[in-house]
């Protein structure tokens, strides 16, 4: 597994190169950079390779995201879209329906999850967008906010209300009704796709929906935060053995008073401290994948607590790295400068770290002796 990692990695480094900046400057991914990733299957890497999918386990695609993550985390968000959607219908779908969407996704399509409204955001249990029965098929109307990928995507994951329940429904970008607005200049990840999307009126057959209609709303929110929380931290990794990458290399060749920056004992701290937000990173993430790998029933918590530990790690160490770089670093388009916008908006999505901390509390007292 680890020597397939490594050939993945280094195939994933030709692809994007020194790219990133330019794409960050532009605010968009060239098409043919994402359907080459999509097609070799890299997008979504844990599909199984009964589904034409690379197979690779929690560990093994959480390292190749963290390797996306230190290049680029315009694309490592569109993994993190392709992986919650893959993971999604790995989960929630019956066997037709994995059988007809994985191999799409491991082969060349991409695909967006939209859980967010403008009403919407850390309390989904105010999503208003909704999914009805109609004869054989089903209509979905309503609006969701901020959904990476989309406006790149083939295919949109949408999750909404189904009477008093709720579902998740595959529904084609391009299908009649559909809007997606491209969000202009976001703060992060800026080439990720970002968009808004209206749903009026759309109508997909009903086996488009996951599973079976009428489940529970957190059961189907939890089932793909979970990767997305996952893949998020993982990318957060990235981004700090980036900025250690660049923060070290800085130190060590710029004079200050006659000596290399790195003798001076503050940046020195700045260094050290850099790196022990990585290592406590990595640690949370392997941890996290462990528990997935072996079905340990703490997967859920690990998870949080691995989203909760990277993203606020990545905000300080990013923040140490263009202290240590400084003016080098806070060029637009520089590594350091934009490690420092992504990693701010890694503590926004797939839950805020206001919401994992509360989770996380509630699973302190749901233990307590």
Same mark, same amino acid.
């Given at each position: =597994?680890?020597?397939d990692?490594?050939?993945?990695?280094?195939?994933l480094?030709?692809?994007?190169?020194?790219?990133?900046?330019?794409?960050?400057?532009?605010?968009?991914?060239?098409?043919?950079?994402?359907?080459?990733?999509?097609?070799?299957?890299?997008?979504c890497p844990?599909? +199984?390779?009964?589904?034409?999918?690379?197979?690779l386990?929690?560990?093994?695609?959480?390292?190749?995201?963290?390797?996306?993550?230190?290049?680029?985390?315009?694309?490592?968000?569109v /993994?993190?879209?392709?992986? =919650?959607v893959?993971?999604?219908?790995e989960?929630?779908?019956d066997?037709?329906?994995?059988?007809?969407?994985? +191999?799409?996704?491991?082969?060349?399509?991409?695909?967006a999850?939209?859980?967010?409204?403008p009403?919407a955001?850390?309390?989904?249990? *105010? /999503?208003?967008?909704?999914?009805?029965a109609?004869?054989?098929?089903?209509?979905?109307?309503?609006?969701?906010?901020?959904?990476?990928?989309?406006?790149?995507?083939?295919?949109?994951?949408?999750?909404?209300?189904?009477?008093?329940?709720a579902?998740?429904? =595959?529904?084609?970008?391009? %299908?009649?009704?559909?809007?997606?607005?491209?969000?202009?200049? +976001?703060?992060?990840?800026?080439?990720?796709?970002?968009?808004?999307?209206?749903l009026?009126?759309?109508?997909v057959?009903?086996?488009?929906?996951?599973?079976?209609?009428?489940?529970?709303?957190p059961?189907?929110?939890?089932?793909?935060?979970?990767?997305?929380r996952?893949?998020?931290?993982?990318?957060?990794?990235?981004?700090?053995?980036?900025?250690?990458?660049?923060?070290?290399?800085? %130190?060590?060749?710029?004079?200050?008073?006659g000596? +290399?920056?790195?003798?001076?004992q503050?940046?020195?701290?700045?260094?050290?401290?850099?790196?022990? *937000?990585?290592?406590?990173?990595?640690r %949370?993430?392997?941890?996290?994948?462990?528990?997935?790998?072996t079905?340990?029933?703490? =997967?859920?918590?690990a998870?949080?607590?691995?989203?909760?530990?990277?993203?606020?790690? *990545?905000?300080?160490?990013a923040?140490? %790295?263009?202290?240590?770089?400084?003016?080098?670093?806070?060029?637009?388009?520089?590594?350091?400068?934009?490690?420092?916008?992504?990693?701010?908006?890694m503590?926004?999505?797939?839950?805020?770290?206001? /919401?994992?901390t509360?989770?996380?509390?509630d699973?302190?007292?749901?233990?307590?002796?």
């Amino acid at each position: =597994m680890a020597d397939d990692v490594t050939g993945l990695s280094a195939r994933l480094g030709e692809v994007i190169g020194d790219r990133a900046g330019e794409w960050d400057r532009e605010g968009r991914l060239p098409d043919e950079v994402l359907r080459e990733l999509a097609s070799a299957g890299l997008l979504c890497p844990q599909v +199984p390779s009964a589904y034409g999918g690379l197979g690779l386990d929690s560990r093994g695609g959480g390292e190749l995201t963290a390797h996306v993550g230190s290049l680029c985390s315009s694309v490592r968000s569109v /993994m993190t879209s392709q992986q =919650m959607v893959a993971g999604s219908i790995e989960r929630l779908g019956d066997e037709a329906q994995r059988a007809a969407y994985l +191999p799409r996704l491991a082969g060349g399509e991409i695909a967006a999850a939209a859980f967010s409204e403008p009403g919407a955001g850390s309390d989904l249990s *105010a /999503m208003a967008t909704t999914i009805r029965a109609d004869g054989d098929t089903v209509v979905v109307d309503g609006r969701k906010s901020w959904i990476t990928t989309s406006a790149y995507a083939d295919l949109l994951l949408v999750f909404g209300r189904f009477g008093d329940a709720a579902a998740a429904v =595959m529904v084609p970008a391009d %299908a009649p009704g559909v809007t997606v607005e491209r969000i202009g200049e +976001p703060l992060g990840c800026r080439a990720a796709g970002h968009a808004d999307i209206t749903l009026d009126g759309v109508r997909v057959p009903a086996g488009a929906v996951l599973g079976r209609t009428g489940l529970p709303l957190p059961f189907l929110v939890t089932a793909a935060l979970a990767h997305g929380r996952l893949s998020v931290a993982w990318g957060c990794v990235g981004i700090l053995r980036a900025c250690l990458a660049e923060a070290r290399a800085h %130190a060590r060749t710029r004079e200050q008073f006659g000596v +290399p920056i790195a003798r001076h004992q503050l940046v020195a701290r700045h260094l050290a401290e850099i790196y022990t *937000a990585e290592q406590i990173a990595a640690r %949370a993430c392997e941890h996290a994948s462990h528990c997935w790998d072996t079905g340990s029933p703490d =997967m859920v918590t690990a998870t949080v607590l691995a989203k909760h530990v990277s993203a606020t790690h *990545a905000v300080s160490g990013a923040g140490a %790295a263009l202290q240590v770089l400084a003016s080098a670093g806070a060029r637009d388009g520089h590594t350091v400068a934009r490690a420092h916008r992504d990693a701010r908006l890694m503590e926004i999505i797939e839950g805020s770290s206001e /919401m994992c901390t509360l989770i996380l509390a509630d699973h302190v007292l749901a233990t307590a002796d």
